[in-house]
């Protein structure tokens, strides 16, 4: 298989071709290809998937380095170029991505019904912008996808969400905005300093890792670096714009908003903020910080979800408690709570990826999401019903599903180093359960007394298509995470060790670098103008 | 052949240019004459035409001044790379309006030749403002451009608000005039020169001695450049002019008078005051951030598109104030950079504005925009591709602009004001997406039609901004080192004041 794929060049273009493939798909849709758009987008997005499964053997499991690395120089003159790579982390998150957008269009075929032609290019968009971010090894090609693909989603939002739809697109906007401009800065910062200290110009990852930063410059530019990221996870209390969006957007909207977005802040946790700030990520009172922010969120998210009549609205507040635990993984710093997060991450995209399909459906049939309108629905769609249970298990984390491999872990690493956050982070399972049950026990139990959902359809083929790759996957994940942790473990590993190494007390970070006023660099750059 | 101005003929060579566009207006103004019969016939339709070729005509000679390289620091006409970088702008600025107004002039019967003759002389005052090296040159060009444009904001002679407009810009600007020259005169108290490298050498390095009437030369000289940028305080007379001056002109205004303003602001500040840094530099802070902040913020609940562009133009003048603050070859390289984007940004954010606006301009309101997407789409994706520029998106020049601001401000040390320009332009976020979502996210008035159908050369101009702004955001790496060359061309310094060079 290996050297079948070698000897196509499969490695050399594979990145490339999942970030052009969508680009081309949405030219071609707004160009006005014939064909039903849907059609020609589900197309696009099954040879997406079809072009990064063999990443998963053409992976080598055992290094920690970047794979499938491309480059060629984009803007030379600011040492900006087009440099991509993927190692465990990535894989894992680009391989979620590739099968979450199939399914959310497919899940969602009759769903969009007005302007089709621009929702499906806006989808594809969205789906080239993200695997950007998981791909991109220059901070500057990072940041442009980190960005741009913001504006896909505020049209998804704004032209095809629910009521609110406006307000809920400008503050997700808004808010996600800010702190990537901060970002923005902070990278400037980088790349001036890495200029300073060796007169080159470069965005590139590898580059700017190596700028040995002071400590109180560390602290600041892990506060702009961490406030973009925790928005986007997101972290309490910067989460007030996730509930708008989730429950405005679209299904296949929230489906992609909440399997794979909101992953885009965490692996910036991972790729960013700790290996390049390691002595602000392991400070004390950092540490403690976010650690009790990832607590506020899962138990604070879970009370909420509780009293929320709205079943959408329930369920995205469980992806702020579920990124809890993300944020408990990350920041225990420890191998087993990295893989935690990680397999958090994943298990919260398929299964809350799934219960906002399954909600999705239930609205195509009722056209309510409240939770008092249903009731007993069991008896009439058992196949629906079963479903539905099911991926409500996972996502509390039923052992022998998804979610309890992710949780398990996660607090097990947490433990390793602080047993207390890692004692209360566990009642979180249990106000999962409170949440969750008894939702399900009345949308789907209790009597069936409203006549509207008598002849309520069990789940059509289709349906039952695009949910059983998903169940396969909670399965798949919850009883032989084998293949999946041990892809990983190289690279958080590598990680650990890197943040210890570079947060030790014998590494000198106060050398001081030249004061920028007198840096004579400019002069000699520019040229053609000396005397 | 780079003249040295020893002979009065250099000087023509120096500043052809400047004397082909003056000559080839006069010809137009000419031709204009003799063609029409009476006062009121309206002039032909070739005087657009005629006035395009002169631009085309000034550009060559541009390109040709261009190839003689950098003459002497010390000249009175400038000769280095951030005149001709500058000169192009306001050329292209020109070019824009050409192609913009003419249906429009059309329609509300102003197709008047002096009005093009006007726009020509304006920009032959802005290439003298910003290609001077000398404070009564500059002077002369600062008038020379403002006269013209006093006119043209109140050319609508039938329109209120066009009256208002012009009263208030032309009593401001001639106070703001005064200003100046009352900071040329007590700088030529100070040190006994107008010529920018010998004000540079009078007040030496570091400004040690630098006297009361100098520093005070020096603050009215700021007042003055203030009230052109149109920066906080100063601003007030923006808003009015703007709206009142037809949409074609405003664009104009709001382009080209702002970049060549600022085109001689740091010519000023950077070669003749590089000694005083440590003075105006906090000065140049300050008026950058109230600028941005309070800019932006009013322009928030700002309803009227045409005025919402003018508040958002005196925003990016505080955007562009910090390229002045960062004092420096990349602070320079990044304001040529950025006027050059704002122009076809601008330029083509009014075009949409004229096409929506119809007769009278009676559509500048938000409500006119709703559904505007889908009615009409080509209309609707090239104006959110300028509001995506405008606001600093990636992919779009704005945005390499605006990061390169930001690159000049931390390189120089100003973190801070760096962080007051993102957060300002998240601030400006919400009114540029506005607009976005009433043309996409709104559906239009059941009775409303999709509007008259826009000229064809407001299609080309459509076209090509957008193109530009596209283009200028993918592949900038070209014009950004001819922009930081251009640039590095302005601070070489004479022998005897190395040692006030700046970063």
């Given at each position: 298989?290996?050297?079948?794929?070698?000897?196509?060049?499969?490695?050399?273009?594979?990145?490339?071709?999942?970030?052009?493939?969508?680009?081309?798909?949405?030219?071609?849709?707004?160009?006005?290809?014939?064909?039903?758009?849907?059609?020609?987008?589900?197309?696009?997005?099954?040879?997406?998937?079809?072009?990064?499964?063999?990443l998963w053997f053409a992976f080598n499991p055992a290094a920690a380095g970047m794979q499938f690395a491309a480059e060629f120089a984009w803007i030379p003159e600011w040492g900006i170029h087009y440099r991509v790579g993927m190692d465990g982390i990535s894989l894992m998150l680009v391989l979620l991505t590739t099968a979450i957008l199939p399914i959310a269009l497919l899940g969602s075929y009759n769903y969009i019904t007005n302007r089709e032609r621009t929702f499906y290019a806006m989808m594809l968009l969205l789906e080239a912008g993200i695997i950007g971010v998981f791909v991109a090894m220059d901070l500057f090609l990072f940041f442009m996808f980190w960005e741009i693909m913001l504006v896909p989603m505020y049209f998804i939002i704004g032209?095809?969400?629910?009521?609110?739809?406006?307000?809920?697109?400008?503050?997700?906007?808004?808010?996600?905005?800010?702190?990537?401009?901060?970002?923005?800065?902070?990278?400037?910062?980088?790349?001036?300093?890495?200029?300073?200290?060796?007169?080159?110009?470069?965005?590139?990852?590898?580059?700017?890792?190596?700028?040995?930063?002071?400590?109180?410059?560390?602290?600041?530019?892990?506060?702009?670096?961490?406030?973009?990221?925790?928005?986007?996870?997101?972290?309490?209390?910067?989460?007030?714009?996730?509930?708008?969006?989730?429950?405005?957007?679209?299904?296949?909207?929230?489906?992609?908003?909440?399997?794979?977005?909101?992953?885009?802040?965490?692996?910036?946790?991972?790729?960013?903020?700790?290996?390049?700030?390691?002595?602000?990520?392991?400070?004390?009172?950092?540490?403690?910080?976010?650690?009790?922010?990832?607590?506020?969120?899962?138990?604070?998210?879970?009370?909420?979800?509780?009293?929320?009549?709205?079943?959408?609205?329930?369920?995205?507040?469980?992806?702020?408690?579920?990124?809890?635990?993300?944020?408990?993984?990350?920041?225990?710093?420890?191998?087993?709570?990295?893989?935690?997060?990680?397999?958090?991450?994943?298990?919260?995209?398929?299964?809350?990826?799934a219960l906002f399909l399954l909600l999705g459906m239930l609205y195509e049939r009722r056209h309510t999401r409240l939770i008092a309108d249903f009731g007993g629905l069991a008896t009439v769609a058992p196949m629906f019903g079963a479903a539905f249970v099911f991926t409500a298990l996972a996502s509390i984390g039923l052992p022998g599903t998804s979610g309890f491999v992710g949780e398990f872990l996660a607090l097990l690493g947490t433990f390793e180093t602080h047993p207390w956050v890692a004692i209360i982070g566990t009642t979180g399972v249990i106000f999962a359960a409170y949440y969750m049950l008894p939702m399900v026990q009345r949308i789907w139990f209790n009597s069936l007394d409203n006549p509207a959902n008598r002849d309520l359809p069990d789940l059509s083929r289709r349906e039952l298509a695009v949910l059983a790759p998903l169940i396969a996957g909670m399965l798949w994940l919850g009883l032989y995470p084998k293949p999946v942790l041990e892809r990983m473990e190289p690279t958080l590993s590598a990680l650990v060790r890197t943040v210890e190494q570079r947060s030790g007390p014998a590494l000198s970070f106060e050398i001081e670098i030249a004061d920028p006023i007198d840096t004579p660099a400019v002069e000699g750059r520019a040229g053609g103008g000396q005397p | 052949m780079m003249p040295d101005f020893s002979h009065p003929a250099d000087y023509a060579i120096a500043l052809l240019p400047e004397i082909v566009l003056s000559v080839w207006a006069?010809?137009?103004?000419?031709?204009?004459?003799?063609?029409?019969?009476?006062?009121?016939?309206?002039?032909?339709?070739?005087?657009?035409?005629?006035?395009?070729?002169?631009?085309?005509?000034?550009?060559?000679?541009?390109?040709?001044?261009?190839?003689?390289?950098?003459?002497?620091?010390?000249?009175?006409?400038?000769?280095?790379?951030?005149?001709?970088?500058?000169?192009?702008?306001?050329?292209?600025?020109?070019?824009?309006?050409?192609?913009i107004s003419t249906r429009y002039l059309?329609?509300?019967?102003?197709?008047?030749?002096?009005?093009?003759?006007?726009?020509?002389?304006?920009?032959?005052?802005?290439?003298?403002?910003?290609?001077?090296?000398?404070?009564?040159?500059?002077?002369?060009?600062?008038?020379?451009?403002s006269v013209p444009v006093y006119v043209l904001t109140g050319v609508n002679r039938r329109d209120v608000r066009s009256a208002e407009g012009a009263l208030k810009y032309f009593l401001l600007g001639a106070f703001s005039s005064a200003f100046f020259l009352l900071g040329v005169a007590l700088v030529f108290g100070a040190t006994g020169a107008t010529n920018l490298s010998e004000i540079a050498i009078a007040v030496g390095?570091?400004?040690?001695?630098?006297?009361?009437?100098?520093?005070?030369?020096?603050?009215?000289?700021?007042?003055?450049?203030?009230?052109?940028?149109?920066?906080?305080?100063?601003?007030?007379?923006?808003?009015?002019?703007?709206?009142?001056?037809?949409?074609?002109?405003?664009?104009?205004?709001?382009?080209?008078?702002?970049?060549?303003?600022?085109?001689?602001?740091?010519?000023?500040?950077?070669?003749?005051?590089?000694?005083?840094?440590?003075?105006?530099?906090?000065?140049?802070?300050?008026?950058?951030?109230?600028?941005?902040?309070?800019?932006?913020?009013?322009?928030?609940?700002?309803?009227?598109?045409?005025?919402?562009?003018?508040?958002?133009?005196?925003?990016?003048?505080?955007?562009?104030?910090?390229?002045?603050a960062a004092a420096s070859v990349l602070g320079a390289a990044s304001f040529l950079f950025y006027s050059l984007v704002y122009t076809i940004m601008t330029m083509g954010a009014f075009a949409v504005v004229i096409a929506v606006a119809g007769r009278q301009e009676a559509n500048l309101d938000l409500e006119s925009y709703a559904g505007l997407g889908w009615k009409r789409p080509l209309l609707g994706i090239v104006m959110t591709v300028f509001l995506l520029s405008l606001a600093g998106f990636p992919l779009t020049a704005g945005f390499i602009g605006k990061v390169f601001l930001l690159r000049a401000a931390v390189e120089r040390g100003l973190v801070l004001l760096a962080v007051v320009l993102v957060l300002a332009s998240l601030v400006s976020y919400w009114y540029y997406l506005r607009v976005a979502w009433y043309m996409w996210f709104r559906d239009a008035e059941p009775g409303a039609g999709a509007g008259p159908e826009p000229s064809t050369g407001l299609k080309v101009a459509l076209a090509t901004a957008a193109v530009l702004v596209l283009a200028l955001g993918v592949a900038p790496g070209p014009l950004l080192s001819l922009a930081e060359q251009s640039a590095a061309t302005l601070l070489r310094v004479p022998a005897a004041t190395v040692g006030l060079l700046l970063p």
């Open positions: 298989m290996i050297g079948l794929l070698q000897s196509i060049g499969y490695p050399d273009w594979v990145l490339n071709a999942l970030l052009l493939v969508p680009v081309i798909g949405m030219a071609a849709l707004l160009a006005g290809v014939g064909g039903r758009p849907r059609t020609v987008a589900l197309v696009i997005a099954v040879a997406e998937l079809a072009i990064s499964l063999p032209i095809w969400g629910g009521q609110r739809r406006i307000y809920a697109a400008i503050k997700f906007f808004l808010y996600t905005a800010f702190g990537s401009l901060l970002m923005l800065v902070g990278i400037l910062y980088l790349f001036f300093k890495y200029r300073a200290l060796t007169g080159d110009l470069s965005f590139a990852y590898a580059d700017l890792l190596q700028v040995p930063l002071t400590f109180g410059e560390q602290y600041w530019l892990f506060g702009a670096f961490a406030l973009a990221f925790a928005i986007k996870v997101p972290i309490f209390p910067f989460h007030t714009w996730l509930p708008d969006a989730h429950v405005e957007a679209p299904t296949p909207g929230s489906v992609v908003l909440a399997a794979v977005l909101l992953k885009m802040g965490a692996y910036g946790f991972l790729r960013f903020l700790l290996p390049f700030f390691p002595h602000a990520a392991t400070h004390p009172t950092i540490v403690m910080t976010m650690l009790v922010l990832g607590l506020i969120g899962i138990i604070y998210a879970a009370w909420v979800a509780a009293v929320q009549p709205d079943a959408k609205k329930l369920i995205a507040y469980t992806s702020v408690a579920h990124m809890g635990f993300v944020v408990l993984g990350v920041f225990a710093l420890t191998v087993r709570g990295l893989q935690g997060a990680m397999v958090v991450m994943l298990s919260h995209g398929l299964s809350t990826g | 006069m010809v137009v103004l000419l031709v204009d004459v003799f063609q029409k019969g009476s006062r009121s016939e309206p002039s032909s339709a070739v005087i657009p035409w005629l006035a395009g070729v002169g631009v085309l005509l000034a550009a060559g000679a541009n390109t040709w001044l261009a190839t003689l390289g950098t003459g002497p620091a010390s000249a009175a006409i400038a000769m280095d790379g951030f005149r001709i970088f500058a000169n192009y702008v306001f050329l292209l600025a020109a070019g824009f309006f050409l192609i059309e329609e509300e019967h102003m197709r008047l030749g002096e009005l093009y003759v006007l726009v020509l002389f304006a920009t032959v005052g802005m290439m003298v403002f910003a290609g001077s090296a000398d404070l009564m040159l500059i002077f002369i060009g600062l008038e020379l451009m390095v570091d400004g040690i001695g630098a006297s009361p009437m100098l520093l005070m030369g020096v603050a009215m000289l700021a007042v003055g450049f203030g009230f052109k940028v149109a920066a906080v305080p100063f601003h007030m007379w923006t808003p009015d002019a703007y709206e009142g001056a037809p949409a074609p002109i405003a664009g104009f205004m709001a382009a080209a008078v702002k970049a060549a303003a600022f085109a001689a602001f740091l010519r000023v500040f950077l070669t003749a005051f590089p000694g005083l840094y440590d003075t105006w530099n906090a000065m140049a802070v300050w008026l950058a951030v109230i600028t941005m902040i309070s800019a932006n913020l009013i322009a928030l609940v700002e309803g009227n598109v045409k005025r919402m562009l003018a508040y958002s133009s005196i925003a990016h003048a505080g955007y562009l104030l910090v390229a002045l």
